[in-house]
């Protein structure tokens, strides 16, 4: 369930290149955590850290698969007009 968040805390967190190109690869499917690895180029401590704080705003949800987690882009964050964009509440960040 996603938090009340205001606009600008939402956009605070997603102006995190890392925490956007997150984002964007969850909007083609959901993913487990060694899959970013490799196109992101980051460690995967670091990829933690930024899918607890994109958990924590209600935009990311996550699920356990196995022995790892699966990521996917929250219910309330998918918008019903373009697959490509995050309903924020406030406004729908669009990735055209």
């Known amino acids: 369930m996603r938090q009340k ?3 600008s805390s939402l956009l605070k967190i997603l102006a ?4 956007l190109a997150i984002l964007e ?3 083609e499917q959901s993913k487990h ?3 970013f690895g490799a196109e992101l ?3 995967q401590s670091l990829l933690s850290h930024h899918l607890k704080i994109l958990r924590e705003a209600g935009l ?3 699920k ?4 790892s987690v699966l990521y ?3 219910p309330e964050a998918k918008t019903s007009t373009s697959k490509k964009g995050v309903n924020l509440g406030c406004c729908i960040l669009s990735f055209n």
């Open 60 to 62: 990311v949800t996550s």
């Open 5 to 7: 968040k205001s606009c």
């Open 41 to 43: 180029q980051i460690e």
């Open 16 to 19: 995190d290149k890392t925490r």
């Open 25 to 27: 690869q969850l909007m």
């Open 72 to 74: 996917s882009i929250a």
């Open 64 to 67: 356990r698969d196995g022995k």
């Open 33 to 35: 955590v060694s899959d």
